[in-house]
């Protein structure tokens, strides 16, 4: 695209409709904004139906019904309905949290594609302390009752520090829950995350040992089980390919109707991004400011905009950029060729200090006094 | 994995097949995932009901398409689909 103004703009394929930001859970990872309690409003029945049937003309197909807990919502089936209805392949993510086995048949009956059910650690003691609800043992029933009802089941759980070590634990349990898919998801450092970076980094020593056990492990259940790792960046030479590249692929909408090109879009400064109340989706991702700042190469600064690797991964993910630099036009400081790149390090100390100390400070959970708070 | 000749071959439960009209093609999906299909791919698969063997999706298809000599690579392909978990027998 260098040296053309024009850029090919692709249709979404991926829809996730972040339904509410209520959640009877407060990981304290959790991948809302910060803020999120300020924007308490909720789109309506009709809005959702509105915008699912318009992305779904464009070309969107994969479609998440996430959150918070997506759960909360009572019109969550009429939904389910309406995406199967257009043809979509829906997932629904979930905590687990007040599913029960009527409301897992009855949205298998509206058409509901597959569950993605998160748990935070193989024991219950750990998972109930940093979900701050007691849920382990509903979560494995749950699990359970997902099979049982003969969907294809992805079992999520976040990978961080404290939780690292249960790494043959975990994978013991996605076994005996008959996961279909698991998705080993080594925390990212945004929202939450980015809050509780000192407390939940684990130590690159940690990170490999914990690979290695997850990748003998699918040897073992190859042909039976599928492992989906997201890679832990911070210890990695390159970005990632965020978003498969802004406004390609994926399109996020918040609970209170604001579009994203990616869930951590928000905290970016000056996107104006635009609500489905006021625009239709094709208007959105065809010529919204906020859907065109990063397409192409245009606004990339040195060292992306001479580097060849630069189709590859996009600069790597403009929230990173904005979270640990300050300047969102800048390559992703886990880049080894990010001029910021020394940020890394400095995090990884000091997570390694935070980890040493004597008086270590506590976890800040998801909620929102919490949200408040900080915001 | 190779194809057992005496059994009926069905699409994968745990997948779905359908025509993207955005895309003008057939797709197979699944959680987190999307394999796109080229029309042969596609006409294949659209036979594996779990009413039919290897044997019988091969003289449909060269009954169809009035030709001969396909067996090589539908065999290919299914063992290929066998293999991702896009058909089962038994």
């Known amino acids: 695209m260098a040296g053309s103004n024009k850029i090919n703009i692709t249709p979404p394929r991926w829809l996730l409709a972040e339904l509410t930001y209520a959640c009877p859970l407060q990981c304290p990872y959790c991948a809302n904004p910060i803020d999120y309690a300020k924007h308490q409003s909720e789109l309506d029945t009709d809005d959702w139906k509105r915008v699912l049937t318009q992305a779904r003309k464009m070309g969107a197909v994969q479609l998440g019904f996430s959150g918070g807990e997506p759960l909360t919502r009572k019109d969550l089936p009429e939904l389910v309905k309406h995406a199967r209805d257009l043809g979509y392949y829906s997932n629904l993510i979930t905590s687990g949290y007040g599913l029960t086995e009527e409301k897992i048949v009855q949205l298998k009956d509206v058409g509901l594609d597959h569950i993605q059910v998160s748990i935070q650690a193989s024991s219950q003691e750990l998972n109930d302390h940093l979900a701050g609800t007691e849920s382990f043992q509903h979560k494995k029933d749950v699990a359970h009752l997902i099979k049982k009802h003969g969907y294809p089941m992805v079992l999520c759980v976040v990978i961080h520090r404290e939780n690292i070590h249960q790494m043959p634990q975990i994978l013991e349990m996605a076994e005996e829950l008959g996961a279909d898919y698991l998705e080993l998801a080594n925390t990212q450092y945004y929202g939450w995350a980015h809050a509780n970076r000192d407390l939940l980094l684990p130590t690159k020593e940690q990170f490999e040992q914990a690979e290695q056990i997850a990748q003998a492990f699918k040897e073992k259940v190859a042909g039976k089980m599928k492992i989906y790792y997201v890679v832990p960046d911070f210890y990695e030479d390159r970005p990632k390919a965020c978003m498969n590249g802004w406004g390609t692929t994926f399109l996020t909408i918040a609970p209170d109707g604001v579009a994203l090109p990616c869930h951590s879009a928000r905290e970016l400064p000056g996107l104006d991004c635009p609500n489905v109340k006021d625009y239709s989706i094709e208007q ?86 919490n949200s408040r708070l900080l915001s | 994995m190779s194809i057992n000749p005496e059994q009926t071959i069905k699409f994968s439960p745990m997948h779905r097949l359908q025509w993207e009209e955005a895309q003008q093609k057939n797709v197979i999906l699944y959680p987190e995932g999307m394999v796109e299909l080229n029309q042969s791919s596609a006409e294949i698969l659209k036979l594996c009901d779990g009413t039919r063997t290897l044997g019988q999706i091969v003289r449909d298809l060269e009954q169809k398409f009035a030709t001969a000599g396909l067996v090589d690579d539908i065999t290919a392909f299914l063992e290929v689909a066998l293999k991702n978990g896009w058909i089962q027998q038994n």
């Open chain 1, 284 to 369: 959105i991702w065809n010529e919204s400011k906020a859907f065109n700042f990063f397409r192409g190469f245009e606004w990339m600064k040195e060292p992306c905009s001479s580097c060849d690797e630069k189709e590859k991964d996009f600069g790597g993910c403009r929230c990173q950029a904005y979270l640990l630099s300050g300047d969102m036009y800048a390559a992703d400081p886990v880049c080894s060729k990010s001029p910021n790149h020394h940020v890394i390090q400095e995090a990884i100390d000091s997570a390694k200090a935070s980890a040493l100390a004597d008086n270590e400070k506590p976890l800040i959970f998801r909620n929102s006094k």
